[in-house]
C-alpha cells in the first residue's frame, strides 16, 4: 500500500527566508524518493530526487535530506521567494525491471510566502 | 525544452457518456503514465504502458477504462461510461531510460480537467 505521508498540510514562510518541507514514509524498499512542486492548475513538476542509499543531494536552492533511520525525508529551499509557493509532494518510486516504476505521491503541504 | 502536452485542457460531460483524454509524451520516451488527481487530494496512479502494452494499472483503473497509443505520438485514456466520482485532474506522463537507470524521471502534462455531470 501507499506509504508517503507529510507532516503539515500548509507552511507560511516569510519571503527570503530557508524553507524545510518535511515527509515521512513507511516503506523501506523504496528505491528512490522525489519531491515535486505543482502550481495551481498545473502538472506535478520535478524538483529534486535522492535514491534511497545516499542522505543528502543538493541542487539549485533546493537540497533534499534522507534519514533512514527514523524514515524521514525534508526539502529545504534556500532563500524562499515568491515564485516557490506551490503545493509541494513528496513521492517515491520502487523500481521494477520488468515494467515501468510508478510514482506513489502523499499528501502535499501547500507553501506560502509572505512578503 | 521538451515537454508532455495534453488536450483538452478541460472536458465536460454528462455521465455515463465516453470520454478519450489526449497526450502527447516526450518524443524520445519509452514509458508512459496516467495520473488522477481528485480536487485538494494527492495524485493517485492509474495505469503505465511500455512496448504498447499495459504495464501495472491501480485498482481505480477498472474495466471502464482503456489506454492506446494509436500511433507513434500520441497516448490517449478513455473511459467508456463516466461516473461523478471520475472527475478529477488527469495528468499524463512520460520518461526515457530504463526502469534500472539511475537519475531518470517521470516528466507530467498540464492536465486535462474532466467534470462529470
Known amino acids: 500500500g501507499e506509504s508517503v505521508g507529510l507532516h503539515l498540510p500548509t507552511l507560511s514562510v516569510q519571503e527570503g527566508d530557508n524553507s524545510i518541507i518535511n515527509c515521512a514514509y513507511s516503506?523501506?524498499?523504496?528505491?528512490?524518493f522525489i519531491w515535486y512542486k505543482q502550481e495551481s492548475g498545473k502538472g506535478p513538476q520535478f524538483i529534486i530526487d535522492i535514491r534511497s542509499n545516499m542522505d543528502k543531494r543538493q541542487g539549485q536552492r533546493v537540497t533534499v535530506l534522507l534519514n533512514k533511520t527514523v524514515k524521514h525525508l525534508s526539502l529545504q529551499i534556500a532563500a524562499t521567494q515568491p515564485g516557490d509557493s506551490a503545493v509541494y509532494f513528496c513521492a517515491e518510486i520502487r523500481l521494477r525491471y520488468s515494467s515501468a516504476s510508478k510514482i506513489i505521491f502523499g499528501s502535499g503541504t501547500r507553501l506560502s510566502i509572505r512578503p | 525544452e521538451p515537454e508532455v502536452t495534453q488536450t483538452p485542457s478541460h472536458q465536460v460531460t454528462q455521465m455515463g457518456q465516453e470520454v478519450i483524454l489526449r497526450c502527447v509524451p516526450i518524443?524520445?520516451?519509452?514509458?508512459f503514465y496516467w495520473y488522477r488527481q481528485i480536487l485538494g487530494q494527492k495524485v493517485e496512479f492509474l495505469v503505465s504502458?511500455?512496448?504498447?502494452?499495459?504495464?501495472?494499472k491501480s485498482e481505480i483503473f477498472d474495466d471502464q477504462f482503456s489506454v492506446e497509443r494509436p500511433d507513434g505520438s500520441n497516448f490517449t485514456l478513455k473511459i467508456r461510461s463516466t461516473k461523478l466520482e471520475d472527475s478529477a485532474m488527469y495528468f499524463c506522463?512520460?520518461?526515457?531510460?530504463?526502469?534500472?537507470?539511475?537519475?531518470?524521471?517521470?516528466?507530467f502534462g498540464p492536465g486535462t480537467r474532466l467534470t462529470v455531470l
Open positions: 504502458f511500455y512496448n504498447n502494452e499495459i504495464s501495472e
Open positions: 516503506n523501506s524498499a523504496s528505491d528512490y
Open positions: 506522463a512520460s520518461r526515457g531510460a530504463s526502469p534500472g537507470l539511475a537519475g531518470d524521471t517521470q516528466y
Open positions: 518524443s524520445n520516451h519509452l514509458y
